[in-house]
Every structure is written in C-alpha cells, then in structure tokens.
C-alpha cells in the first residue's frame, strides 16, 4: 500500500505558509504531519498531491493500491486505524472532511468523492485550516508527539548543575545543558539529539527543541512552543512554532506566532499578541483577500518562509508577513506584508528574485545547504503567483 499526502481546500486558507510546501509538510508539535503519519504506518515511502511547481521537491507517484492522506489531518491511534482499516474504493469522512481515501486510481480528484462509499469517523483529531491553528493546536500535537516518540525508551540524562521540576522530559544522545530551569509540570519537554540549552536559560513546558537547535543564553521559553531543527533562538517566546533553518537570536518577543523556515529576526525586533482594546484578532486570508476574523484574542505572528526583519522591528497584533518578504526601518508597518516586499512603515517596494537569490544563497552557505535550481524554480513561480498582490 502507497501513502500519497494530499493537499485539500486548507491549502489556500494557510497561504502563505503553504507557498513553499505541500500541506502535510507543516510543523505542529514536534513533528511534521506527514511524519506522524509515516510513522504510524512504519514507512518512509511516500508520495503528494500537491501544486506542480512543488512536486520536483515533493515527488508525486503511486502503486497498485494507494491511500490517499488528507494533509492538513493529524493521526491520532483510532484515526490510524480507522485509516487502515479502509477497503479499495471506500473514503474516511468526517462531516464534509475527507480525511483519506483508499483506492486503486493512481490520483484523487477530491471534488468527485461521490465515486467512493463513504465511511464515517466521527471521533475527535486535529486538522490545520488556518495558521492560528498550528499555535492554537501546538499543546496537544506537543503532547501526542511525545508520548509517540519516547515510548519505550530510556531519556539521555542532564547535567546536575541544571533544575528539572517534574519528571516529563525526554533528552535526546547529544544534548548540551548547564545551569538551566526546566518545568515539566504544564507540558513536556523534548531536547532532540545534539541540541543545546545554554545557561541561564528558564523552560516552561511544554517545548520541543529539535536536533541541532540552540537557545541562547538566558532566554526565556514558554509552552506550548516549538523550535524546529537548526534554529538558534533566544530572548522572550511564548506558545510559537517555528518550523527550523530560522534564527531569533536575540532580545525581544514571540508569542501566539507561527514562523517558517530560513527566517532572520533583527535584535530587539518585537511583535504583539494582544490588541490594547483587547479586541478580536483579525488576519489576512490570502483565500479572501481581505482580513478574517480568528475568534482569538491572542494572536501575534504569521511569517512565511525566507522572510526577514531588521533590528528593532515592530509586528502589530495580527501580522501577516509573506514569503521572502524584508521587513525594516522605524514604526508600525502594517499588518499584511506581501510576499516579496522590501521596507517597511514607510513604504514598500519589490524584492527583486536576483536581489533575493544573493541572500538565500549565502543564507543557505551558513547551514552547508546549496541553493541549486529546484530551490529557484520554486521560488521564482512564487514570485510570479503573488505578483498581483504586490500594489506599492
């Protein structure tokens, strides 16, 4: 049986966090979707349906018998084996949701689901529609996650110069700490392998810091956060996703906020997660074109990937900030960067692709990455796709 991940109408509600990759290629928790699924079905092989300019990096195929995924579902072990047990032709529905569909067709047309014998599961599971949710639903896929990766298995031990309250941490081979505050009563707490904590650091669970990550010295984190791999962060964060490659070294606050890959924060660059009226928060929805109402009153942060902010940047509540997107300079800039802008509040201009290429290459360098022509490819259709957003 193939697993191929694919990407349903949530796909354009989480632009632009979904520009660069396939829906089941977020991060939530301490894994992306498509790994918690892959590793309920004890694979490594898979395939997306997902936008053509992606499926050089994210390989499209099939079998003899597929099971198609909805991406933006995450498993839970009665999702798993509602999944499984799914004979050819049949599809897992939840309300108007498809959550997956087992079929012998080589691709799912998923506005033609009246062709399967729908099966119904109606028990509770988490699905991403909008970028809040990702923060929103990061304590729970936290949690799921932990258990999923630590069961059965003996923690790594800290060193006695740090302080651990409560017993729900798992340490990875490789991990780095001293003098650090560790409290696992709120949630639990990943080190991954070769991570580092430096000193004078203060850990609220829960948190997952995944491999080769760093938090910087005295930085303060609170749960439900998660930095991805080959992240250096430090300072003030509070219940964010940053999905890895992406630094926040210094002083200054994150919080309620979703944050991409190869990202850069300035020093000191802040963003507010509570309006002063302590208003509903509003967000950009790039399906709408026009600002949706979330239901929350704490939402910071949405930054796509290879986005960037200088020294000293301020994120009103509520900030959509778009791919490849230069933020700089004094004051407020709005709340919906557009994807390829350069400035700030006091006006944008274009990111030019080769002006944005000289960055991502060295960006790249510094991780032993090369920026080859997939790279490119993906975001030069990008750049092409926003255009009409771009009205400076």
Aim: proline content about 2%; hydrophobic content about 35%.
């Amino acid at each position: 049986m193939t697993v191929i991940f694919f990407d349903d109408q949530s796909r354009e509600s989480l632009l632009p966090l979904t520009y660069t990759r396939p829906v089941a290629d977020l991060r939530i928790g301490i894994m992306k979707i498509s790994e918690k699924w892959l590793r309920h079905f004890k694979t490594d092989k898979h395939y997306y349906q997902t936008q053509t300019y992606l499926q050089e990096k994210f390989a499209t195929g099939s079998g003899s018998l597929n099971i198609f995924i909805n991406g933006s579902v995450c498993p839970n072990t009665q999702l798993f084996e509602a999944v499984v047990a799914l004979k050819d032709g049949e599809a897992l529905m939840h309300e108007d949701i498809c959550i997956a569909v087992k079929t012998s067709q080589p691709q799912l047309n998923i506005r033609a689901l009246e062709n399967f014998k729908q099966v119904h599961f109606d028990e509770q599971f988490i699905k991403i529609t909008y970028p809040e949710d990702i923060f929103k639903f990061n304590a729970d896929a936290l949690r799921e996650d932990f258990d999923a990766l630590t069961k059965g298995r003996t923690s790594a031990k800290l060193s006695n110069t740090n302080t651990i309250l409560g017993t729900d941490i798992f340490v990875e081979e490789g991990v780095s700490a001293e003098c650090c505050t560790f409290n696992t009563h709120n949630g639990p707490i990943y080190l991954g392998k070769n991570s580092q904590v430096w000193e004078g650091t203060n850990i609220r669970g829960g948190l997952a810091l995944c491999e080769n990550s760093q938090i910087k010295m005295g930085a303060k984190i609170y749960g439900a956060t998660t930095i991805g791999p080959n992240s250096r962060i430090g300072g003030e964060v509070n219940n964010a996703v940053i999905w890895g490659n992406s630094s926040k070294g210094h002083e200054g606050y994150l919080g309620n906020s979703v944050v991409g890959e190869w990202c850069n924060f300035g020093a000191d660059s802040n963003n507010s997660n509570l309006k002063n009226n302590y208003a509903e928060v509003k967000l950009w929805d790039y399906s709408k074109q026009r600002f949706r109402r979330t239901g929350l009153q704490f939402c910071g942060l949405i930054m796509a990937d290879h986005a960037k902010c200088g020294i000293n940047t301020m994120f009103n509540t509520g900030t959509v900030v778009g791919v490849a997107a230069n933020v700089f300079g004094a004051g407020f800039p709005r709340n919906y960067i557009a994807d390829f802008a350069w400035g700030g509040a006091q006006g944008f201009e274009v990111y030019t692709l080769n002006k944005m290429f000289e960055t991502v290459v060295k960006v790249f360098e510094r991780r032993g990455r090369l920026f080859d022509e997939m790279e490119r490819n993906i975001l030069t259709n990008i750049f092409n796709l926003t255009e009409e957003y771009r009205r400076f």
